[in-house]
């Protein structure tokens, strides 16, 4: 995942929210309704962890998460929990999201995702939309990734993943584009009718690319 310096520099001459965590962990407002996370023991410049809530979509989205590389920390906080604390602290309604975003990074789930394209003959650019009771839910939903969805909203039922890749262009122009593979996670409201309608990651896209540029 890319490293954002412009506002990394920002982000060190920028007092901190009056607001801790527990086990040295802390909260900074950057943008709204985006959070960086702050961790003492984290080996790297900026957040350990950037999370982004849209409410008017009911979606979290995780940017640059770099919580495994908190190597010097003897309890981490898992994205579950800093999450749910993030929901207590700034009031955040988090039993209310419907969506749960956030970036594909280990090898074994790409390999996953290109074997399902291959197979279903999609390209490399078609999305992956599969529901509970269909072929591939198994594949997607024993990947890090679901797991941490599910753990964010206990208690709510997963009902669809969604895998699109999505391009990112650099603020600099001496750095390339990048495509990077995206899992969207939907869940089922309780006492929401499978035939009632949710709104798609789709529509809150354009919400959530202007917070993965900071």
Known sequence: MRKHKSRQNQMIN?????????????ISDIQDDTYWI????????????????????KSVTILDN???????????????????????????PCSEMEWVVMDIDDPITHLDVKDFRDINDLGPDKEIEVADNQPGWGIFSS???????????????????????ERRDSENPKYAAVIAEVMAVSFKQPGLKDEDPVVSPADARDSELSARKI
């Open 14 to 26: 920028t007092p901190l929210a009056a607001v801790s965590y527990p086990h040295g962990y802390s």
């Open 38 to 57: 702050l961790s003492e023991t984290f080996d790297g410049p900026g957040a350990v962890v950037k999370i982004s809530v849209d409410m008017e979509h």
């Open 66 to 92: 770099y919580l495994g590389q908190d190597m010097f920390r003897e309890e981490r906080l898992t994205i579950s929990r800093i999450f749910q604390g993030l929901c207590h602290i700034k009031n955040i």
């Open 143 to 165: 990947a890090s990734f679901y797991k941490h969805a599910t753990q964010m909203l206990p208690g709510l039922e997963a009902k669809k993943i969604i895998i699109k890749q």
